[in-house]
């Protein structure tokens, strides 16, 4: 997950903190199953929880790495030693997206393994990677990764289905902990939730593998958690439109909006989250604004 400016906002470190303090410990390298090996990338924070999650993933000798943690040397240092002490090696790098604490270790993982420079895939490659496209598969022994294209936390984000075992790498759309993640775009983002949600019970997807986070042992709960969360906050903000003034139209600014639902000192947290849901509502044309007194005025546009 990446840091976006809604975290940088006065309380939102503390909230993060206390939150942080509560989480379970995960160590530095745990076998989550046969065909999944989970290395953490060492670098915990407010926004990465424990850290970032990066899986090594088949059965034999050659293994798929999804996602390269945010470049902290001591990932690298044991994901080598893992490897060594394994007689393993990788045979293909996944991202599941690009925000730099899942992409960061990629060049000192490429100068550790030369070899791996052409076998980097990610939805949209960089130079010298190789693009993703949605339903591709990837295969080593023991392991089948069916790619998911979700974007909407960033519009480049890839699930991947372990067909072997019912399971999906959800990266940073779904988390081990929580029920809220920042997101590019919302709508897309609730799209992919859908999509989601389809392939869960399409597979008989139980287990989930979040970018951050503990293994998610019930990903269809966990996936209408995570819709709910934002269909409730939808219909909040369009509460507020229909409850400020029946009679006339309501010219509403996102503070005013986050005041009525949180009250005003919850601005700079909730705030970030209530534009989100209004860029949404006016994608959809559910909602419009204007430009009063060089302030941004939302309202309901009514059928």
């Known amino acids: 997950m990446s840091t976006p400016k809604v975290w940088a906002q006065p309380g939102w470190h503390d909230y993060l903190a206390a939150r942080n303090s509560r ?13 999944v090996v989970r290395i953490m990338g060492g670098n915990p924070g407010d926004m990465q929880m424990q850290g970032t999650n990066t899986y ?11 996602d390269t943690g945010q470049g902290f040397p001591i990932w690298l240092t044991t994901l080598v030693d893992f490897l060594q002490q394994h007689q393993l090696r990788i045979s293909h790098v ?40 949605d339903g591709q598969l990837f295969t080593t022994e023991g392991a089948t990764l069916r790619a998911l294209f979700t974007p909407g936390h960033s519009m480049d984000h890839m699930c991947f289905v372990l067909e072997e075992t019912g399971a999906m790498f959800t990266g940073d759309n779904i988390l081990g902990h929580g029920n ?10 609730m799209k992919s939730l859908d999509v989601m949600r389809e392939n869960v019970h399409s597979a ?6 979040p970018g951050h986070g503990a293994v998610i042992e019930d990903l269809p ?14 219909k909040m903000v369009t509460s507020v439109f229909l409850g400020a003034n029946t009679t006339k139209k309501s010219f509403l600014t996102t503070r005013e909006i986050t005041a009525h639902l949180y009250g005003p000192a919850m601005d700079a947290m909730a705030g970030p989250f209530i534009a989100q849901v209004l860029s949404k509502l006016a994608e959809e044309g559910k909602v419009s604004f204007i430009v009063l007194a060089q302030e941004k005025k939302w309202f309901l546009l009514r059928n």
């Open 221 to 234: 709960s966990k996936v209408t958690v995570y819709t709910r969360h934002w269909e409730t906050r939808e």
């Open 180 to 189: 809220s993640v920042v997101v590019e775009n919302l709508g897309r983002y």
């Open 23 to 35: 989480l379970p410990c995960l160590p530095a390298v745990t076998k989550l199953s046969e065909e």
């Open 56 to 66: 090594l993933v088949g059965s034999g000798e050659a293994r798929i790495l999804i």
């Open 94 to 133: 996944l991202l599941t997206h690009w925000h730099p604490d899942h992409t960061g270790g990629l060049p000192a993982l490429l100068a550790q393994y030369p070899h791996l420079t052409n076998s980097v895939s990610k939805a949209h490659p960089d130079r010298g990677q190789t693009s993703i496209h």
């Open 204 to 209: 008989a997807i139980e287990v989930g593998y």
